[in-house]
T-cell receptor, first 114, second 117 residues
């Protein structure tokens, strides 16, 4: 079945450093992936997505890399700021499916030290 | 971006009572909405897919008679937790899917914290 998992439960970085959050998936049928940020007591907030026909996509201070060979994706946050402290989830879906279902990974807590 | 709201944001109810949670897409029409449950320090688990004008599709292990879902309009879906018990205490999050050209975008609500005493 589908599953999406994350490598580390907690990542602690110094303010100003770059952060890399990793995610592995098992279902090759997933053809798009999304990274979400969730602050305490709030709903997930979209960060960036990538389709399976791409291997890299950049946004503002964030980059997502997709390695289909090893079924791995990562989220890179440049110049991490205290406001980046949150739980980060990757989610996978199948764009060819009309249901739009997303399968979420377990989440990585990013702690930014001042 | 599109906005999805939930009401209430927090609710405390007694064991055995029912609670209704609303999910609204404020500035777009959503033929599909999703309901998730999230326990503390855990991920979001999809409970069901709500389609406007038809019955919801529940994920394996989710009791459809306990978690009643109604999607009566293109901007409103409701989740009713019937005969709530303390183990139903959780953070319930909805999302709504908006069609944008040939693709879809999914937007999440702020969540509803349910505490059953």
């Amino acid at each position: 079945g589908e599953s999406v998992g994350l490598h580390l439960p907690t990542l602690s970085v110094q303010e100003g450093d770059n952060s890399i959050i990793n995610c592995a998936y098992s279902n090759s049928a997933s053809d798009y992936f999304i990274w979400y940020k969730q602050e305490s007591g709030k709903g997930p907030q979209f960060i960036i997505d990538i389709r399976s026909n791409m291997d890299k996509r950049q946004g503002q201070r964030v980059t997502v890399l997709l390695n289909k060979t090893v079924k791995h994706l990562s989220l890179q946050i440049a110049a991490t700021q205290p406001g980046d402290s949150a739980v980060y989830f990757c989610a996978g879906g199948r764009g060819s499916s009309n249901t739009g279902k997303l399968i979420f990974g377990q989440g990585t807590t990013l702690q930014v030290k001042p | 971006g599109a906005v999805v709201s939930q009401h209430p944001s927090r609710v405390i109810c007694k064991s055995g009572t029912s609670v209704k949670i609303e999910c609204r897409s404020l500035d777009f029409q959503a033929t599909t909405m999703f309901w998730y449950r999230q326990f503390p320090k855990q991920s979001l688990m999809l409970m069901a897919t709500s389609n406007e004008g038809s019955k919801a599709t529940y994920e394996q292990g989710v009791e459809k008679d306990k978690f009643l879902i109604n999607h009566a309009s293109l901007t409103l879906s409701t989740l009713t937790v019937t005969s709530a018990h303390p183990e139903d205490s959780s953070f319930y999050i909805c999302s709504a899917r908006e069609r944008q050209g040939a693709s879809y975008e999914q937007y999440f609500g702020p969540g509803t914290r349910l505490t059953v005493t």
